[in-house]
Nanobody
C-alpha cells in the first residue's frame, strides 16, 4: 500500500504562485511514477502533470504536462524526502480546483484509471 498526503493548497490571487507537496510512504518511492490531477468545481477530475520513476532512464525522470498548464506548472520529485512537488506560477481563475496526488508503478500514464493510489486532495482557489 502507498499513502499519499498533499499539502500547500490555499487561496491566491490571479497571477500568483503556489507550491503543492505530496509526501509518499509505504513503498520505495523511486519505483513510483507520480502525477497530479485536479477536479474543478462541477467537473471531472483531469490530468495535470506526471513525472516518471527514478533510476530507469539514464537522462533522469521525464515529465509530461497537460496543455493548459505547460510553461506555468512544474512537477518535480525529491527522492530523499519521498516527496513530489507541483510548482504553480501565473495562476488563473480556471486553475481553481481540488488537486490530487497519485501514484502508480509504471511510467507514461496520463489517465485517471492508470493510477492505483490517491491522496485526499488539497484545495487551490485562485481569485480573479
Amino acid at each position: 500500500q502507498v499513502q499519499l498526503v498533499e499539502s500547500g493548497g490555499g487561496l491566491v490571487q490571479a497571477g500568483g504562485s503556489l507550491r503543492l507537496s505530496c509526501a509518499a510512504s509505504g513503498r520505495t518511492f523511486n519505483n513510483l511514477a507520480m502525477a497530479w490531477f485536479r477536479q474543478p468545481p462541477g467537473k471531472e477530475r483531469e490530468f495535470v502533470a506526471a513525472i516518471s520513476r527514478s533510476g530507469f532512464r539514464w537522462s533522469g525522470p521525464s515529465t509530461h504536462y497537460a496543455d493548459g498548464v505547460k510553461g506555468r506548472f512544474t512537477i518535480s520529485r525529491d527522492n530523499s524526502k519521498n516527496t513530489v512537488y507541483l510548482q504553480m506560477i501565473s495562476l488563473k481563475a480556471e486553475d481553481t480546483a481540488v488537486y490530487y496526488c497519485a501514484a502508480t508503478s509504471s511510467d507514461d500514464n496520463y489517465n485517471r484509471g492508470d493510477y492505483d493510489y490517491w491522496g485526499q486532495g488539497t484545495q487551490v482557489t485562485v481569485s480573479s
